[in-house]
């Protein structure tokens, strides 16, 4: 008798059954072991899709992709989250959305540096946030982790849990120019043809040692968290852009702010002499 053909399982079931076989071992976890473990498999899921082949869509341009491993990669989280914080709020790049019961909100990046990702770079990573109150506007911010598969890194830390990476904690931040540093900045091309946002990023750029613009915010920030990276500047960044690194950063001892230049708001960090000097030159091209 010819046994019938099992139909494969679709992503969406394979997804459900991760993110289902997942939360029974961490069921237990503290706040800042689920979101290491979260973003390091959301991750490993990301690269294995990508191994394997995906589709890639296109949002506003030809630089604002999405693809079906984005997708997949918040998908698992969310679901793990409904099934292990069902009160907590969740806002996701990718469209996951719950109000909060709790007052606290996970905020989502899958992969953050898409572009990149699905240009077979490795400068990419997911990440995610743990806040209370708006994630816009955050009476607290919790926690952030980040993983960077093609390193092997992951980052947790915020401004009341001190930052490590891969559990060793990283050195603390200290007081450093902006003029003997490296800045990690990006400033899309469409902005350029801005003047008043052209001068202002520019102002802040000629004071650096020297300049990275390298696709990846959340790998930028956790890099000047661990020292790798000295300061990062970059306007109208979305929360799930600046919430994790803004985390890891403090939790490394290390100052973040944001300041209004060019019809723009300009999210910095880094230590805070470094971050007092942007700061100082972005606003001078305000006045």
């Not at 237990?28 to 979260?38: G, K, M, N, V, W």
């Not at 603390?172 to 120019?177: N, Q």
């Not at 968290?225 to 919430?243: I, K, M, N, R, T």
Request: overall charge negative.
């Amino acid at each position: 008798m010819t046994k019938p053909t099992e139909q494969p399982a679709s992503l969406e079931d394979m997804v459900d059954a991760l993110a289902k076989t997942f939360a029974v071992a961490h069921a237990e976890d503290p706040d800042e072991h689920l979101a290491t473990a979260l973003v390091f498999n959301a991750g490993r899921l990301a690269w294995r899709m990508r191994e394997s082949g995906i589709t890639t869509d296109y949002k506003t341009s030809r630089t604002d992709v999405v693809t079906d491993a984005d997708r997949a990669a918040e998908c698992f989280v969310a679901e793990v989250l409904n099934l292990l914080r069902p009160e907590d709020g969740l806002l996701g790049e990718e469209g996951a959305a719950r109000e909060s019961r709790s007052g606290r909100t996970w905020v989502i990046d899958p992969v953050d540096g898409t572009y990149n990702f699905a240009s077979g770079s490795d400068y990419w990573c997911s990440a995610l946030a743990l806040v209370e109150g708006s994630p816009q506007d955050p009476t607290r911010l919790i926690l952030g982790a980040v993983h960077r598969p093609a390193m092997g890194y992951t980052w947790c830390g915020g401004p009341e849990l001190p930052t490590t990476r891969d559990k060793e904690g990283v050195a603390t931040l200290r007081d450093t120019p902006l003029a003997e540093i490296s800045l990690a900045t990006y400033l899309h091309p469409t902005w350029m043809a801005k003047p008043e946002v052209r001068a202002a990023w520019q102002a802040a750029a000629l004071g650096a040692a020297t300049l990275r613009m390298l696709g990846a915010g959340s790998v930028d920030l956790a890099s000047v968290a661990d020292g790798s990276l000295g300061a990062w500047v970059q306007h109208s960044v979305p929360a799930w852009d600046w919430l994790p690194g803004k985390a890891l950063v403090e939790g490394a001892g290390g100052s973040t702010r944001v300041v209004s230049a060019g019809g723009v708001n300009w999210h910095i960090a880094g230590n805070a002499a470094a971050v007092n000097d942007i700061a100082t030159l972005l606003e001078a091209t305000h006045e």
